[in-house]
């Protein structure tokens, strides 16, 4: 469905971690029987000829859904149930739909400790260790883990795409094209059936303009350019009655991965403007 649109974005449960250490064939533990996030990002032990590797679904959809694990622990009438993650997550990213914070915004990143908490659960099945994670974040999985002081939070913002690394391995630039592609479609009816001229040519373009401005100022693009003119709507198409807007736009990228380097130097080095290293 998602693939189908291109205008929605599917939110997918991955399988328990219970599942995936119960697994044979794939198996995901390691000599020690422990599981293993290494496998779990590989899609299984390769070195024990399972019949197949777990992997995510393909086709057009893998830019418009993110899967997510593990499951989450939630209090039922006393007791605690481990339950699939997704509608926790959903209702993290419906929070930037409901509030009225300018700074928010449909594209906003549901990651990190700000704007990627996950509410209303009490635990997780695991907590990842650092090369846990870094293992799921390169095989775009998004899991979710806890942060001392902050809670329970969303790590990363990976779509499916896993074959090409592209602005698309990005969930908030997926978010961006939904909302930008709605409003030009929204524009654009306002000129079905007027004459494909020069005059209403430069009507549409100035339109696109306008909304594609409006996101370069709100954090969702860093730059854009739109064509419709002769070039791209030549004789033969407009005699087809059609119209084409060609519209090139670059996302804002965000920092999913901040390096701190800290280096030493001598005392009064940094007074005197000469950065040497003792």
């Not at 996950?118 to 775009?140: H, R, T």
């Not at 401005?213 to 407009?238: H, M, R, S, T």
């Not at 519209?247 to 920092?255: C, D, F, G, R, S």
């Amino acid at each position: 469905i998602c693939g189908y649109r291109l205008d929605c974005f599917g939110i997918i449960n991955m399988p328990s971690l219970r599942q995936f250490k119960n697994s044979v064939s794939p198996t995901f533990k390691d000599s020690t029987g422990v599981l293993s996030m290494e496998y779990v990002a590989k899609g299984g032990d390769p070195e024990s000829n399972p019949d197949y590797l777990y992997s995510f679904a393909k086709g057009n959809g893998v830019t418009t859904v993110g899967y997510f694990l593990p499951y989450v622990v939630i209090e039922d009438f006393g007791s605690d149930i481990e339950v699939p993650p997704a509608a926790y997550v959903a209702t993290s990213f419906m929070r930037k739909f409901n509030q009225s914070l300018s700074s928010i915004t449909p594209w906003t990143v549901v990651a990190g400790v700000n704007n990627g908490r996950v509410l209303g659960i009490k635990d997780i099945e695991q907590i990842f260790a650092p090369l846990d994670l870094e293992f799921l974040n390169q095989a775009q999985m998004n899991p979710i883990t806890f942060k001392r002081n902050r809670g329970f939070i969303i790590e990363n913002d990976n779509t499916a795409q896993v074959l090409v690394k592209s602005s698309l391995s990005e969930i908030h630039v997926r978010d961006v094209l939904i909302e930008l592609e709605r409003e030009m479609t929204t524009m654009l009816l306002d000129f079905q059936w007027k004459v494909n001229s020069p005059e209403t040519r430069s009507a549409i373009k100035l339109a696109a303009d306008v909304i594609c401005e409006k996101y370069v100022a709100q954090n969702g693009l860093f730059n854009y350019f739109n064509k419709i003119d002769e070039e791209n709507n030549p004789i033969e198409q407009i005699d087809a009655g059609i119209g084409v807007l060609d519209t090139y736009v670059e996302p804002i990228k965000a920092m999913g991965i901040i390096v701190n380097n800290i280096t030493i130097l001598r005392t009064g080095a940094i007074q005197a403007g000469g950065f040497i290293i003792s």
